[in-house]
């Protein structure tokens, strides 16, 4: 959907999180005057005042899902939502519940996430996963049955995952493809959340991701494009946290980025015929697919 040579149609980060007590609608209203139409809201979760019951939990994803519920109704854009417990929040908590109370917790705000699924609340159980830093051998093993059991109950949900995990190349997603072939979760339905810009088959070895758009991205995106048969989008990983101002990208990206991925196709010979096609699967029919 071009216009005047300019593309028109939908745009969508696939990874935002909001905080009301921090710049929340006005950084929707960014987005949106950018050309933004649509975001993924994900549960961001409070590291200074964890849920500690189920309870809680379900307390802290409303409020979620109630921030959700006023964007769409302020700026009439689609507001999808995506409920979990963040990987960190439970090797935090090993060292103030134990590692068994600790999974236990997070076992039950992972089941109540998908509970949120099922009723259409939301769409994706995420961001889970793994800690995305060095921890000692014995989380690392229990992070990893932890992770292969919520891909199981996923699985058994029909439900995608977004995945907070490690940097490590293409040997990340290698571990992961073999998590969800033992858990039986299709790989497309795992997707590896702040991605780098290799959406190559090879790299990716069949999973999803949302590629974090920061720069130097769209030109790797236009080398690889070619040899990728997986499912891709983009994020910011928008925090809405003032004392990271630097940390992730801001609300504008997404649409500054899809204008600059139109572009730089059509400059290395593809029609906007083609690129239409791109962008709306990108941003609309791939989406579609992957999130409930």
């Not at 109950?153 to 992961?176: F, I, R």
Request: net charge negative.
């Amino acid at each position: 959907m071009f216009k005047d040579g300019r593309w028109i149609g939908p745009i969508l980060d696939q990874h935002m999180h909001l905080d009301r007590n921090n710049r929340y609608l006005e950084a929707v209203n960014e987005f949106v005057i950018a050309g933004g139409t649509a975001i993924n809201l994900v549960h961001k979760p409070n590291f200074s005042k964890l849920p500690v019951s189920l309870s809680e939990y379900r307390s802290v994803y409303e409020e979620t899902l109630e921030m959700a519920r006023e964007v769409r109704d302020k700026f009439e854009i689609s507001v999808s939502v995506i409920l979990g417990p963040h990987p960190v929040a439970w090797e935090n908590q090993i060292h103030t519940l134990g590692l068994e109370e600790s999974t236990s917790l997070h076992i039950q705000a992972v089941k109540l996430a998908l509970e949120y699924i099922s009723l259409g609340d939301a769409v994706c159980l995420g961001e889970v996963g793994r800690p995305h830093y060095p921890v000692d051998e014995k989380t690392w093993a229990a992070s990893n049955e932890l992770l292969l059991e919520i891909m199981r109950l996923a699985n058994e949900a029909k439900t995608s995952v977004q995945l907070h995990v490690e940097d490590n190349g293409e040997k990340t997603y290698s571990d992961l493809a073999k998590i969800c072939d033992e858990s039986g979760l299709p790989r497309h339905f795992a997707i590896r959340h702040y991605a780098p810009a290799d959406i190559t088959q090879e790299f990716t070895h069949g999973l999803s991701a949302t590629v974090s758009v920061g720069k130097g991205s769209i030109s790797k995106i236009v080398e690889c494009i070619g040899k990728s048969n997986s499912f891709w989008g983009m994020e910011t990983d928008y925090l809405d946290d003032p004392r990271r101002p630097g940390a992730v990208l801001g609300p504008k990206t997404i649409p500054k980025r899809t204008h600059q991925l139109s572009k730089e196709l059509i400059d290395n010979g593809y029609s906007e015929a083609e690129v239409s096609e791109i962008l709306t699967n990108i941003h609309f029919t791939w989406p579609n697919e992957i999130y409930s």
